[in-house]
């Protein structure tokens, strides 16, 4: 883990509740693909995200949620935006890219961790992996979505499937309309040959452990930073 200071190149939205932060740290840093950083803000405030980038890059790209009720992500956005640099830790978190691993690979992700599943996928894009993988993401309403196309332009990969999943679907989207985890329970049979990469809110986290059972979850190879 590097505690190190980091430039803070850009902060600006994919749309009106999501921000595209980009840092460029001040000396070479590790991570692998999967793990998150902690911002500090001063005063003692910690913030923690899941870092969006692939280690080849010599920025850390993250994706931060603005929501004026929580104070959790806009005070990290007010942050952001009224200083040139912030000091980082990189990284924290076990939930990373097994990348020695031939088992078939299932990412789910909820909102804003897609910046968790990009990590994963461009990382194995660099590698060169063509480990069979399938991504579902769920979001409330399409404009949530907002790094659609690039999660569909994925799918020329012969190795990649994508699963959108939105609670409320309009007739045009391409996609599955329902709730994320009774989506992915009733589209896959048997996930007891695969690892399992979970993000998205806590509550979500813990009820995956539950729910993907039923499809023969093996826990030993679910990883999530929730766990």
């Known amino acids: 883990m590097n505690i190190c200071s980091c430039e803070i190149k850009q902060v600006t939205p994919f749309n009106h509740t999501i921000y595209q932060v980009i840092l460029r740290p001040n000396e070479p ?5 999967g793990q998150y950083v902690t911002l500090h803000l001063g005063g003692g405030q910690q913030r923690h995200f899941s870092i969006a980038s692939a280690p080849n890059s010599d920025t850390i790209e993250l994706h931060i949620g603005a929501h004026q009720i929580d104070s959790y992500t806009q005070d990290t956005l007010d942050y952001l935006k ?9 990284a924290h978190g076990q939930a990373h890219l097994r990348i020695h691993s031939q088992r078939p690979r299932l990412i789910i992700v909820g909102g ?14 660099a590698l060169q992996q063509t480990v069979p993988t399938q991504l579902f993401w769920g979001c409330r309403q399409p404009d949530h979505m907002y790094q659609e ?3 569909r332009s994925w799918q020329n990969l012969l190795w990649l499937e994508f699963v959108a999943v939105l609670e409320d679907k309009p007739s045009h989207f391409n996609g599955e309309q329902g709730q994320l985890l009774d989506i992915v329970t009733q589209r896959l049979k048997d996930i007891s040959a695969c690892d399992v990469y ?3 809110r806590y509550e979500m986290a813990q009820l995956a452990r539950t ?3 039923t499809i023969g979850l ?8 929730a766990y």
């Open 29 to 33: 840093v590790n991570f692998q693909a």
């Open 82 to 90: 009224n200083n040139t640099h912030v000091t980082a830790e990189i």
């Open 112 to 125: 804003t961790g897609f910046g968790y599943a990009k990590s994963l996928i461009e990382t194995s894009i």
């Open 149 to 151: 196309q690039l999660a």
């Open 198 to 200: 979970v993000t998205g």
């Open 211 to 213: 729910q993907l059972q």
């Open 218 to 225: 093996n826990e030993d190879h679910l990883f999530g930073d």
